[in-house]
């Protein structure tokens, strides 16, 4: 090998080394993954997760969904407990998966950070075809973008009182919180600031503050209304969508400097993540936690 | 357990984002509308099941039939204000005090004398007849305005629904959902069509844009193959996705409100639309719905 060629490769070797020293790294992904309170604990007693029939709403017109009510073991009959609403109920009311509410329900509340909670899992309404093989009508986009006060009648006059009938839930505001992803991440919120008599806590997970029904309006209308007694607990992620409803990231930073403004009782947490429910996920013993805070304290 | 995570994850993904259809899955960039014959002017127009345009001129004027490019006369005179194309192959037409039944051959049947004033109409897939009338009807005689069934070789007029106003009918693509424009209510209401053909479970489905203190305007409606709806309105067409969140609005040709649209061609992916009396048309990425396609007879 002559002395020309072994010089080359040094060069080569050299130049290598100071290009990987200045190419900036690229930083690594953000990975989400769930602790221990959402994982299920031996020593912790379970609450049972019950389907109900298929609710047949008048509120919502004719339309039908899927709900089921977790009861915690805690659950004595005679306090009256705490309820937590989530839209899309199918997936918060999982085992696996990334939302595990019954899990983290039982950790939490086993270990005092949260108060006896029962928890409500509504899917949104269906308006089945009346003829055979026809095609139902989605009522989910109707139900949770709207901005109006049906969604917290349709709790307040036929879902809370069904589950009344079984088991003593508070009635006041601060003993009820909401809570969902997307379209249902802005449902809680709108229940909440439609009827802050009936719900106070709300937990949006990539929330839809986008036009996809008027949703972008919030920021605005909130910092010119009179405070509202609502604690909100908001997660997105900077991946988030941008679409032809709005920008995610920049609908949900809108939200949080509004509620800043207003000096509300709120949490933000921007994350990596995109319009998914994994960020959510592994935060929600976090935001559990955070929002029932005040009636643990009691 | 990892498979059935993916399905719910990619489930999950799906319901919450991958239903978006923005205005750049209809338009074609540097496509803009074309005025289509200057000199007619135009009341209401509707597709056949071929694809062909009939345009109707309104009072004591030709019904056109718009094909491969030339036009052709389908009615010597008329005074149509509103028309639909029936799946069973031919044109229903309201004009003054009735519902007729026109065919390219001259032929013209009176179907209901009982209207009194009907103002819109629609047929679902299967062919039943469904028109609004503001007629002092039996079955409900107090009312200012309604729905009213007319099922061809059916025996009545069940009386439905009661809307302060409406504009505009349409089905959707499998006759099971009836929507009607309110422009009271700046809304498209979606009713659910029982088997009997009676309308309930009634929503304020689509939420139109409306200019500041005026309603939309809405009076004319129609679908594509993919679901979405059209809406004739005074702000353009208003375009909206099947689970009823607005995809965008295509500006009029004119200043003028757009009071009718239509998808015709031989692909069926011309839109048409009738803004200021005159119309226009624009070719687009997707393909209007058309139930059955059957030509006139």
Known sequence: MSRAFVWLIGVFVASSLVLAEDTPKPKPKAVYEHGPDSEEQKDVPRGKVTKMPAWTSKVFADTVRDWWVYVPSQYDGKTPACVMVFQDGQWYQQSKGDFRVPTVFDNLIHQGKMPVTIGVFLNPGVVPSAKEGGKGRQNRSFEYDTLSDQYAKFLEKEILPEVAKTYKLRTDAAGRGIGGISSGGICAFTVAWQRPDLFSKVLSHVGSFTNIRGGDVYPGIIRKTEKKPIRCYLQDGTKDLDNLHGNWPLANLQMEAALKFKKYDFKFVMGEGGHNGKHGGVLMPESMEWLWAPEVKK | ?297
Do not use: H
């Not at chain 2, 007029?157 to 929507?179: K, Q």
């Not at chain 2, 203190?213 to 208003?238: C, F, M, N, P, W």
């Not at chain 2, 009718?260 to 009396?277: E, I, K, N, P």
């Open chain 2, 1 to 297: 357990m990892m498979r059935s995570s993916v399905i719910v994850l990619f489930v999950l993904t799906a319901t919450m984002s991958a239903q978006d259809m923005p205005l750049s899955q209809v338009l074609i960039p540097g496509e803009g509308w074309r005025a289509v014959d200057p000199k007619l002017t135009v009341a209401c127009i509707t597709a056949d099941g071929e694809g062909n345009l009939l345009i109707a001129g309104g009072k004591e004027a030709p019904i056109w039939l718009l094909t491969k490019g030339s036009l052709k006369v389908f009615a010597k005179k008329a005074s149509v204000t509103r028309m639909c194309w029936s799946p069973k192959g031919y044109l229903l037409t309201l004009e003054k005090d009735a519902i007729y039944r026109r065919n390219d051959n001259g032929e013209v049947k009176k179907l209901l004398s009982e209207a009194k004033f009907p103002f819109d109409i629609a047929v679902s897939p299967t062919g039943d007849i469904y028109f609004t009338d503001i007629a002092p009807f039996p079955q409900n005689p107090g009312s200012r305005a309604r729905i009213c069934i007319y099922q061809v070789g059916g025996d009545g007029l069940p009386s439905l629904i009661e809307m302060e106003e409406t504009a505009g009918m349409v089905f959707w693509r499998d006759g099971g959902t009836l929507v009607i424009g309110n422009p009271v209510a700046g809304a498209l209401n979606a009713f659910r069509v029982g088997k009997d053909g009676g309308l309930d479970a009634e929503e304020e489905y689509y939420k139109l844009r409306t200019r500041r203190r005026s309603s939309s305007k809405v009076i004319s409606l129609t679908l594509d193959a993919d679901g979405r709806l059209y809406a004739a309105t005074s702000e353009g067409v208003q375009v909206f996705d099947p689970t009823g969140r607005m995809c965008g609005v295509i500006n009029a040709p004119t200043r003028a409100p757009v009071t009718a649209l239509a998808f015709a061609g031989t692909a069926r992916d011309q839109m048409y639309v009738v803004c200021g009396g005159k119309l226009y048309a624009r070719k687009t990425k997707v393909k209007g719905f058309v139930p059955v396609a059957k030509k006139a007879k």
